[in-house]
C-alpha cells in the first residue's frame, strides 16, 4: 500500500479555516485519496474522498495537488466537535481486500 | 436507518478465557472489516469480508484469533486463549463493495484481559 505522510498534530482557532495536508509522492494512478477522523472515544467516520479532481461535501473540501502527490483536507470554519485525529489514506481502485490502512493521522485541537 | 452495532460495548477477562465480539453491519452492505486498535496505537486491519468469505486474513496476529460471517451479515471474532496483549477496542466496519465506498464503523468493544 502506498504510503501517506501528515504532520502529528495541528491547532487551529474555534470558527477559523484548517488546512490538513497529506503527502503521498508514490500514489499510483488508480489509488483514491480518502479521508476520515476519528473523534474522542469514537470509532472512525468517513470525511471525504477524490481521484484527481477537488470535491465538496457538507463537511469538508479536499483539495488535489495537480500530480496527486498532495492533498489538503479543508475545513472552512473548524467548531470544537471537529477536534479529532484525522487520518489521510489511499485506496486501490481497483479492489481487492479494500481495507483500510491507518497512519499515525493528524491530531486537530481546536481552541474556544 | 441503523448504524453498525457492536456487542459488548466492554468485556472483561481473564487471561487465558476465550472470548466473542460481534459485530452488526448496516443491512445491505456486502463488506465487512474488523480492525483493533491499541492503547497508543493505530487502528490496524484484521481481517476483510465479502458475503460470507474472506478473502483477506492478513491482518489476524496469530490463530489464537478467528472470525466468521453467516447469512451475509452477523460477524462473530473469536479469541481464543485471550493474552494481555489482546486488551484493545475492536472495531467492526461496513460498505457496499467497492474501494471508493466509505466505511462506517461501529463503536466498538472495549476488550480489557486480566
Known amino acids: 500500500d502506498a504510503k501517506t505522510t501528515q504532520p502529528n498534530s495541528m491547532e487551529s482557532n474555534e470558527e477559523e479555516p484548517v488546512h490538513l495536508p497529506c503527502n503521498h509522492s508514490?500514489?499510483?494512478?488508480?489509488?483514491?485519496i480518502h479521508w476520515y477522523r476519528q473523534l474522542p472515544s469514537q470509532g472512525p467516520e468517513y470525511v471525504i474522498h477524490?481521484?484527481?479532481s477537488n470535491v465538496n461535501n457538507r463537511m469538508a473540501s479536499l483539495a488535489i495537488a495537480e500530480d496527486r502527490k498532495s492533498s489538503t483536507l479543508i475545513l472552512h470554519r473548524a467548531t470544537l466537535r471537529d477536534a479529532a485525529v484525522y487520518y489521510c489514506?489511499?485506496?486501490?481502485?481497483?479492489?481487492?481486500?479494500?481495507?483500510?490502512?491507518f497512519g499515525k493521522g493528524t491530531k486537530l485541537t481546536v481552541n474556544p | 436507518g441503523a448504524g453498525v452495532s457492536q456487542s459488548p460495548s466492554n468485556k472483561v477477562t481473564e487471561k487465558g478465557k476465550d472470548v466473542e465480539l460481534r459485530c452488526d453491519p448496516i443491512?445491505?452492505?456486502?463488506?465487512l472489516y474488523w480492525y483493533r486498535q491499541s492503547l497508543g496505537q493505530g487502528l490496524e486491519f484484521l481481517i476483510y469480508?465479502?458475503?460470507?468469505?474472506?478473502?483477506?486474513k492478513s491482518g489476524l496476529p496469530s490463530d489464537r484469533f478467528s472470525a466468521e460471517r453467516t447469512g451475509g451479515s452477523v460477524s462473530t471474532l473469536t479469541i481464543q486463549r485471550t493474552q494481555q496483549e489482546d486488551s484493545a477496542v475492536y472495531l467492526c466496519?461496513?460498505?457496499?463493495?467497492?474501494?471508493?465506498?466509505?466505511?462506517?464503523f461501529g463503536p466498538g468493544t472495549r476488550l480489557t484481559v486480566l
Open positions: 489514506i489511499l485506496r486501490d481502485g481497483r479492489g481487492g481486500s479494500e481495507k483500510l490502512v
Open positions: 508514490t500514489i499510483s494512478g488508480t489509488d483514491y
Open positions: 477524490g481521484l484527481t
Open positions: 443491512s445491505g452492505h456486502t463488506a
Open positions: 466496519a461496513s460498505s457496499f463493495k467497492g474501494a471508493w465506498n466509505e466505511q462506517f
Open positions: 469480508f465479502q458475503g460470507n468469505s474472506a478473502p483477506d
